[in-house]
C-alpha cells in the first residue's frame, strides 16, 4: 500500500515500467498483521509500525507489500516480515493460502474506502503469529505491541491512513477479538 | 488462466504493453466454479465449459479471467460469468470477498502444479450458485453440468489442463463434497 | 441463544431432559445473519428481528436456534429461518459447511463475551442472503432492514443483548463492510 | 468420533447420562488434523495416530474429541492434542476460531458419509502445526507423519474409519496440496 516505501526492491521492472504498470494494472499486494499470541493461539496483542509515508506525514501501518514476478505468496509475505521485523522474528505463515479478506485499494478513495493514490492495489491479508525478536527495520520507525481493546481506539485508528485502521479491526473481527 | 481467450478485452492496454507486464508483473484473476445447488444450499452439479485453446486442443474449464484497472473483483467475476455463461445465468456471488482459495498459476508447471504457459497468474477462486438458464457465448463450445461424483473421474480430470481439475476437486472439498 | 423461545420444539427430549443437558453439555446452535444482496452479491442492508426475551424484557436479535439430534446443519439453517422470516423468505444459504466464526456463548459472561444465561452453547454463524418476502412469526415481533453503516450505530447496538451486536459487526467485518 | 475411546473423561456427566445424551442432541466435537510445515509454513507432513477402536480393530486416525462443558474450543483443542501426542508436542492453534470446515458425523452412514455408529456429532475441523517432540500417549499406539502425496494414497485411506481419510483429502484440499 501506500506505505511501502521500496517497492521495487527485487523487482525485474525499471522504475519507469512500474509507472506504466501502476497506470494499467491491478497490481497485488499481501497485507500482514502481526500479532502475539498465548500458548492456546488466541491473540494477545497486534504489533503497528511507525512509518514515514512518501508525502513526509507520519503513519502507523500493518506490514504490506508487492508480490514479484514468479514469487510464491508465501515468499512474498516472508520477505516483507523480515523487512519490516527484522531476520529474527519467526513469523508463523498459516498452513492455508486463503487470506481472511482481501482488500482492494483504489485511487479512488470513494469506492470501497481503502485507498492507494497511486495505485488499485488488491491485497491478499493474513493474520501472522509473530513468535521471535523484532527489530524494526529499513522504513520502519518503530514497532508497538498494543491489546486488541487499545489498537481499536479512535487514538490509534486516526494514526493509520488509507483504511488500515478498518483492516486491524477486520482482523480481530475474524480471531473473535473485535471489541 | 490459460483458458481465457479474449483476456485484453476492455483493458486500457494495447497488446504490446500487456505482453510486456505480463513479462514482469504477477497478473489478477479470478476464477469462479459455476454449482447447481438445492433448497438449501447443498452443491448438486458442478459446470463445466468446453473450450478451443489457443494451441487449437480443446479442453472442459472452468470460469476464469482477468480483473481489469479500476475493476472491482466482484465486477469481474459477474463480466466473466456472463461472457461465459450468458445474460441470463443470474449468478449468485458469495457476500464476502474472501476466496476458497488463491491459486497461483505459474509458467513453470513444477512450482505449484497449477500452469499457465504465458504468465504468473494470480488468481482468487470463489465457488459461484448458477440460477437462471446459460447460453454458453463467446469463446465456449458448450457448457455441461456433472455431479460431485463424476466430475472427479479420471476422464474429467483428463480433459482439464494446468491444474483446473484440481481446482475443482478443492472447491468440492470446500463445500464438503470431495467423494 | 437467549432468543429462541421456543428452542425444544420438534426435539426428541423432554424438556426436563433439555435441561438436564443445558446443565452438563455445550448445546450446537446456528446463528444466521439475514441480509439483502445487490446484483453482484454485495450487501445491502441487514436484518434484524425484535423479540420479546424469556424475561419480558424487548431486543433486537439475528436468527438463532437449536441443531436438533440428526438434524443436518442445513436443515438447522432453513427450519429456524423460516421459524422467524416465514415460508416465502427465500433464504439463500452458503454452499460451504464452512461457518464464517463459531460463536461461543457462556453462562459466564466473562468468558468470550458472548453470553447466555441458560446454557454454554457453541453456534455456527452463516451470513444468509434473503430473497423473497419475510413475514416475521412466531415470537418475532418484527423485522427492520438496516444499512451496515447504520446496524453499528450505538443505538442498535444498544437494543441488542448477549453479544449480537457483536456478531453483526463481526457480520459486517467478513463481507468487507465494517464501517 | 469413533476414534476417542476415553470422551468421558473430564466431564460432569455420568457414563448413564452421557450415553443418554447421546441418543438425543448432536455432541460437539473438534477434529485436529496434525502437521508439520516448513519455515514458510507450508505443510511437508501429515501426522496420523494408530488406534485401537472399541471394537477391537486397528485404524488410523487424527486427533478427535469432544468439547466439554463449559469447556473453550481452544482448550478442547489443547486438550485432546496433548492427551494423544504428549505434553511436548507444541501444537500451534490457528488464531482465528473459524474451522476450515464442519463434519457432520451421524450414525447412519448415508447421510453425508461421515460415520460415527455411537452418536450424532458435529466436529469443527482445525489444521494443527506442531512443532515440538511428539510421544503418543494414552489410546494411541503410535505415530506416523506422512507426506501430501503418499497420505492420499489408497493404502492409508483403507486403514481409516468414518470418513476420516475424506477428511484428510479436505485438509490437504484447504492448504492447496490435494494432489
Chains 1, 2, 3, 4 share one sequence.
Request: a negative charge; hydrophobic letters at 45%; charged letters at 20%.
Amino acid at each position: 500500500m501506500y506505505f511501502d516505501l521500496l517497492e521495487n526492491a527485487g523487482s525485474w521492472l525499471s522504475e519507469d515500467d512500474l509507472q506504466q504498470a501502476r497506470a494499467n494494472l491491478p497490481i497485488v499486494y499481501v497485507d500482514a498483521i502481526p500479532v502475539r499470541v498465548d500458548s492456546t493461539g488466541a491473540v494477545t496483542e497486534v504489533g503497528l509500525l511507525l512509518r514515514v509515508l512518501p508525502d513526509g506525514s507520519i503513519s502507523r501501518a500493518v506490514v504490506s507489500g508487492r508480490v514479484l514476478y514468479r514469487e510464491r505468496i508465501r515468499d512474498a509475505l516472508m520477505r516483507h516480515l523480515e523487512k519490516d521485523l527484522g531476520p529474527l522474528a519467526l513469523p508463523k505463515l498459516p498452513a492455508s493460502p486463503q487470506p481472511f479478506t482481501v482488500v482492494e485499494y483504489f485511487p479512488d478513495p470513494t469506492v470501497t474506502g481503502f485507498h492507494d493514490p497511486r495505485q488499485h492495489a488488491i491485497s491478499l491479508a493474513f493474520i501472522v503469529p509473530i513468535e521471535g525478536e523484532c527489530v524494526p527495520s529499513q522504513d520502519a520507525l518503530d514497532l508497538i505491541w498494543i491489546t486488541p481493546d487499545s489498537v481499536t481506539s479512535i487514538e490509534f485508528e486516526l494514526e493509520m491512513v488509507g483504511g488500515q485502521g478498518r483492516l486491524v479491526r477486520m482482523a480481530l473481527a475474524h480471531v473473535g477479538l473485535l471489541p
